[in-house]
């Protein structure tokens, strides 16, 4: 991002499809999603999964690790936008500010 | 720049064109792509003898007849993306409903040709000729050419093309004549061959099309990281167009031997007080110059025909030496210091350690008749001014008051 104007494209103009992974937006974030595991569904059996489902930039990830029902956070996409927290139906996602 | 030579003068075809149908002329010399335009008075026979050609099969090009001037920008910066060579036509309240995608042509740096017939906004609702529409489109990031007489339309027309797509530029550029009293009054004009016409201006060659096997996205989202590198950008563009201009001139003065510059200097070596106008009033002022000049006065003309960027090199240049610069512009800007082109020379001629009076008249809104009597008058307030030592700074003439 400390590219002089005349080391961008032309005009704004996105000449390689899918760059936007490298425009890493989690720096727009002022609370981030912090987890309970006592409560989530999803540790607990592996059901549920609302968060990853509606989460919008796909930072919210549901895996199995170690035999266990697991989850991470991808902080450098993660916006804070608190979808996950609002659809969460046992609560389990708080918002923290930064 | 293409090697081109002097068209010799039975090549030539003579009609007597309205300046709309000179500029419907050159466009299809031009070998426009994709037109796309909203019909609006005074503009309306440019498209009207453009959709003729078209009818009778004189241009390939795609015509869209859009519902609205907003809409037909729009399709203009599409084309554009393409590739294609593109222009449209407005004038007044459709150049206003354009306002939103103007910006987009020239950020997105599409080198659309616009032609606008200069007419008054509303309201009252007017159809005659001021400044209004396209000095309000000043800051937009157009080029602005002003023209003088048929002759000139065309000849501006075809230049503006190759101008806008000068890889050192890639900007729209505004082709403006006065509303009725140019648009619309025959004159004598003298036309290029076709092939001339195709071999100065050449087929486009796009710097980043949209192309379906080498996918591109274009007018992106640019927030506080990235956006004021692209106007940095843009702004250095539209200031190689003169470099650009002055080339394109001299290609196309080889061709026709004329060629009119950024400012047409009309005897101001000598002048102690400088005519500053541009489009129909500057040939009412050579006249009303001669004729004082008869009488003994010192007094020339500049005849501004490039507004943005503005010359300030060129145009400091001719009118340090002189005693008082007068302004007549067709535009008033409600509230402001004073107008448009008095506001770009007074901010010019800043820097000099002596810089001559400015006076700036506001003449002809909404297609008040601006007659010699006028520019007299004009000149003969600034000779008082001058004897008094100072000036107003604008005021209104031809106005009942």
Redesign the interface.
């Given at each position: 991002?400390n590219?002089?104007?005349?080391e961008?494209?032309?005009?704004?103009?996105?000449?390689k499809?899918g760059n936007a992974l490298e425009y890493k937006t989690g720096g727009w974030r002022a609370e981030r999603p912090v987890h309970n595991d006592e409560t989530c569904l999803w540790i607990k059996n592996g059901t549920c999964g609302l968060c990853w489902i509606f989460c919008p930039d796909d930072a919210i990830r549901l895996i199995e690790k170690d035999g266990k029902y697991s989850y991470e956070y991808d902080y450098d996409y993660c916006k804070g936008c608190g979808i996950c927290a609002n659809q969460c139906p046992t609560s389990s996602i708080k918002m923290e500010s930064e | 720049m293409t090697t081109v030579e002097r068209i010799p003068a039975e090549k030539m075809k003579i009609e007597g064109l309205t300046g709309d149908a000179a500029i419907a002329h050159a466009l299809k010399q031009a070998d426009v792509d994709v037109l796309a335009a909203y019909p609006i008075t005074p503009q309306t026979i440019i498209v009207e003898d453009f959709e003729k050609f078209y009818a009778n099969g004189e241009v390939k090009t795609k015509v869209i007849p859009v519902e609205s001037e907003h809409s037909a920008m729009s399709a203009c910066v599409g084309a554009s993306a393409t590739g294609a060579r593109v222009a449209t036509a407005t004038a007044s309240a459709g150049l206003a409903l354009m306002w939103e995608i103007l910006y987009c042509a020239a950020s997105m740096r599409m080198p659309i040709v616009l032609t606008v017939a200069n007419r008054a906004l509303s309201a009252p609702i007017n159809i005659h000729n001021d400044w209004s529409d396209s000095y309000g489109a000043r800051d937009s990031g157009f080029i602005q050419l002003y023209c003088q007489n048929s002759q000139e339309a065309y000849d501006t027309t075809l230049m503006a093309f190759k101008l806008a797509e000068d890889h050192r530029v890639l900007l729209p550029v505004m082709v403006c004549i006065d509303g009725f009293i140019l648009s619309h009054n025959v004159e004598r004009v003298e036309m290029l061959p076709d092939d001339a016409v195709k071999k100065f201006l050449g087929v486009r060659e796009p710097v980043q099309p949209l192309d379906p096997k080498n996918p591109i996205t274009m007018g992106p989202l640019a927030l506080t990281d990235y956006y004021f590198e692209f106007k940095e950008q843009q702004d250095r563009a539209i200031h190689a167009a003169p470099e650009v201009f002055k080339e394109v001139e001299e290609a196309f003065k080889k061709m026709t031997g004329r060629s009119y510059g950024m400012v047409e200097d009309y005897k101001t070596e000598d002048a102690e007080i400088i005519i500053l106008t541009h489009s129909t009033p500057a040939g009412t002022a050579k006249v009303v110059a001669d004729t004082l000049r008869e009488q003994g006065e010192k007094v020339g003309v500049l005849r501004l025909k490039m507004f943005r960027p503005f010359p300030v090199k060129e145009v400091v240049e001719k009118v340090k030496h002189a005693k008082a610069v007068i302004v007549f512009e067709k535009c008033l800007s409600f509230g402001a210091t004073c107008n448009p082109l008095a506001l770009e020379l007074r901010a010019a001629l800043y820097n000099l350690d002596e810089r001559p009076m400015v006076t700036d008249f506001v003449i002809g809104l909404g297609g008040r008749d601006v007659p010699p009597t006028t520019i007299v008058e004009g000149y003969n307030k600034t000779k008082e001014y001058l004897a008094k030592g100072e000036a107003p700074l604008y005021e209104t003439l031809g106005v009942r008051k």
């Open positions: 991002m590219e002089k104007f005349n961008i494209p032309m005009a704004g103009n996105i000449i499809p | -």
